[in-house]
């Protein structure tokens, strides 16, 4: 099948004989375009994420050429819309606080001009969840264009994954093992080009999930920022947005049962971020799909970590996993655990997209027979603790926590927390379970990535390195530790965990995927009445919107009134 330019979306605002789109055209004469430029034309909107401010995402003010020049080759015509850019690390509180305003805007632009395919263009952690959120509610057809990792960093003889090796050496200079001077040097060498993360954070974990999902080109998901392939790549997803408008192939097509779960099956299988549990159930509830925590837990049973990737496995970085044959030869190890009969946007099924797969280094993406780990990175815990749930990845924590019972120190909020931790008289011990409350969705604001709780200076002095930490936090993608996230319902709208206090005993059993209080159900009913809710964070303004809206962390975090099911029409353009 292919469209006819006047069944063409765009054919409302330029192709009819109204006044509305004489005015449209002469518009686009005023933009300096003849006629035959673009009359008749799939019009394709080219989202792109880039700013000065986010170093993930600078190469794409060049990157956008690329796509547009691909879309032209096709016979579309191009138009780039700047959207907001999510930088997580300069955003704040926390740029979570913003996926939901992105996705908002990515669905109300695509609606409400002349658009009749679109390509995304992002990368940075919540940029990839929220450009898909929005267009999966616009229900466009659809390509994501991954932003892809920047170079592997470098310090003295020494490779350097960005995220994972700021938190190691951070934790050197606090226990006095280098000093300024080092500091300084590594300021340099941690992140050497554009692009993202390059360890297997939240952005590469996302941007697979994508290439999963199947709304990227074969193998985008890993191409290095400022490789010549990235132009290359960018070309080639311009081309077959055109393609796919023609063909009308809606990213509600693509974006099935199966997809999501092929993408949880692959983000347990690269031993991927924590948060793309919470992503991937938004953008399932976009795409009118109910993913659930125990969809992860099951399908972690049956895969197993084949990606020896920093932070999860190692020493690997993502340039050595897309030279290792990238997602697709990741793909191609886990064939049978997929579905293959479902479409991508490159092929009729993911079973011929994958049929040239191949693996070029074993250790990098390991065999079955030599996984990284016999299960899937993340376990959902449930208990008295966490009636809605809770995760921990677990392959990142020292196995020997992975079953303990220690007395918490609680800490009611993070700057509390940061103040006091270090505080002899708290008197800290290698067993205490370090608790903080107030950093869930409505409480952190945004569930900001605070989920790796410091170790206090004197244990790091003695060579702990890892210790039991409980919250509704998050915590960032190239972090590492024992570290249970995502507890639900969180502490600030009363959950179980706004209860504990100093000295009760928890107990953490991942292999029972148990989080339990031990305190008495009555005491905890005491406790529960005894509880008064925390003052409102925002009186007005988007945090406001975003504190009444914001769903908790097992549905997803997206906003109540984007989330739930229901049509928008289509705005009356003639
Ligand atoms: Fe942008 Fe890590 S800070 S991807
Ligand atoms: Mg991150």
Redesign the pocket.
């Known amino acids: 099948m292919s469209l006819r330019p006047e069944q063409l979306r765009s054919h409302q605002w330029y192709g009819t004989d109204g006044l509305r789109s004489f005015s449209h055209r002469a518009r686009t004469r005023q933009l300096g375009y003849l006629p035959e430029e673009h009359l008749g034309k799939p019009v394709i909107a080219v989202l792109n994420t880039w700013s000065d401010i ?3 995402h600078v190469h794409l003010r060049d990157r956008a050429q690329a796509v547009k020049r691909g879309v032209w080759q096709a016979g579309g015509f191009p138009l780039e819309f700047p959207v907001s850019t999510l ?3 300069f955003q704040k509180p926390t740029p979570m606080l913003y996926r939901n305003m992105l996705a908002m805007e990515t669905e109300e632009l695509l609606r409400s001009y002349p658009v009749d395919g679109a390509v995304l263009m992002g ?3 919540k940029s990839t969840p929220a450009l898909l959120m929005g267009a999966a509610s616009a229900d466009l057809p659809t390509v994501f264009v991954p932003a892809g990792p920047m170079l592997p960093g470098h310090w003295r003889n020494e490779v350097l994954g ?2 994972t090796d700021m938190w190691k050496y951070w934790d050197d200079k606090r226990a006095g093992l280098i000093g300024d001077c080092e500091m300084s040097e590594l300021e340099s060498g941690l992140a050497r080009s554009p692009g ?2 390059m360890t297997m ?3 590469a974990t996302l941007m697979a999930a994508a290439e999963a999902l199947g709304v990227t080109v074969p193998g985008a998901s890993s191409v290095p920022a400022v490789d010549s392939g990235h132009d290359r790549m960018a070309a080639a997803s311009g081309m077959r947005i055109v393609e796919l408008v023609r063909q009308d192939l809606r990213l509600s097509r693509i974006l099935t049962r199966e997809a999501f779960e092929d993408a949880v099956t692959t983000v347990l299988g690269l031993g991927g971020s924590t948060n793309a549990v919470i992503h991937l159930i938004a953008m399932a509830g976009r795409a009118g799909v109910t993913l659930r925590l125990d969809d992860f837990d099951r399908i972690a049973r049956t895969v197993p970590v084949l990606a020896n990737v920093r932070p999860g496995g190692g020493p690997y970085l993502m340039e050595d996993f897309h030279f290792a044959g990238g997602l697709p030869g990741f793909l191609s190890r886990i064939r049978d655990l997929l579905h293959l009969d479902r479409p991508t946007v490159a092929h009729a099924t993911l079973r011929q997209q994958l049929e040239s797969a191949q693996v070029h280094n074993d250790d990098v993406i390991r065999p079955r027979d030599n996984p990284v780990a016999e299960e899937g990175g993340v376990a959902v815990l449930r208990g008295n603790l966490c009636p809605d749930g809770a995760v921990i990845k677990h392959v990142a924590a020292d196995p020997n926590l992975l079953k303990h019972t220690g007395p918490a120190v609680v800490f009611p909020d993070y700057r509390t927390m940061q103040r006091t931790i270090n505080d002899p008289a708290l008197g800290i011990t290698a067993g205490h379970v370090l608790v903080l409350q107030g950093a869930g969705p409505k409480g952190g604001p945004g569930m900001p990535e605070y989920g790796m709780l410091p170790i206090p200076d004197h244990l790091l002095k003695q060579g702990v390195r890892d210790m039991v930490r409980i919250s509704d936090a998050r915590m960032s993608g ?1 972090s590492y530790g024992t570290c249970v996230l995502h507890i639900a319902p969180e502490s600030y709208v009363g959950g179980p965990l706004a209860l504990v206090r100093t000295g009760d005993l928890i107990t953490l059993d991942v292999e029972a995927r148990s989080l339990r209080l031990e305190v008495t159900d009555a005491e905890l009913e005491r406790r529960r009445s005894e509880w008064t809710p925390p003052p409102a964070r925002y009186e007005r303004g988007y945090g406001a919107l975003y504190s009444e809206q914001v769903t908790q962390a097992d549905t997803g975090c997206d906003f109540a009134f984007l989330a739930r099911p229901g049509e928008v029409p289509d705005p009356y353009a003639g």
Do not use: I, K
């Open positions: 986010n170093p993930c930088s997580e690390t990368g940075c952690d960005s995220g993202t993360c954070g939240t952005a190239t």
